[in-house]
């Protein structure tokens, strides 16, 4: 099975796409897709839009994985925007017909580390070790969405 994983936002997105096997994770590719806060939001969420859907050709996923949509009371600008970029990527998922799964972070977090508090440190020291990564990822946004994808895959074999 391929999965994609996307942890979005406005500025940088970032993406990693796995296969799994039955015993085996393999990475495939993982980046960024990087918008300029000095552009228009609707240019910016284009980009992240057309940049999905080429991610989505490219890679061909059984499944796109994103995290599920937390709002604190105190900042909701943060999730109006997030809430943004999460849309264009869930219409790209539609309209190329790919499967969508939501995770909240603590579940994601529990199924990497062990633990729903985890750190983002934790998070990216386990995901480095679990695809045997010898360059820590310049953005925690690319081994955000790297365990996006490790923990469904983790899920999916608890299923079978």
């Known amino acids: 099975m391929r999965i994609l994983g996307i942890d979005p936002a406005l500025t940088i997105t970032g993406y ?4 799994f096997g039955k015993k085996n994770l393999a990475l495939l590719e993982a980046g960024i897709i990087k918008t300029s806060a000095s552009h228009p939001v609707p240019e910016r969420l284009d980009k992240i839009y ?9 890679t061909k996923p059984d499944v796109v994985v994103l995290e599920k949509l937390y709002a604190h009371y105190r900042h ?10 999460r849309g264009v990527i869930c219409l790209a998922c539609a309209r190329n017909k ?5 995770y909240a972070a603590t ?10 508090l985890a750190s983002k440190l934790q998070v990216q020291r386990m995901i ?5 990564l010898k ?13 996006l994808a490790v923990a469904h895959s ?3 074999r608890a299923k079978i």
């Open 128 to 132: 480095l070790g679990l695809l045997n």
């Open 76 to 85: 909701p600008t943060t999730a109006y925007i997030l809430g943004q970029a």
């Open 107 to 116: 579940r994601v977090k529990k199924a990497i580390v062990g633990n729903g």
């Open 98 to 102: 790919v499967a969508l799964a939501e």
């Open 16 to 19: 990693g796409v796995i296969d």
């Open 50 to 58: 057309k940049a999905t859907e080429k991610l989505i050709f490219d």
């Open 135 to 147: 360059i820590i990822p310049k953005y925690t946004d690319v081994t955000d969405a790297l365990a």
């Open 154 to 156: 983790y899920i999916i």
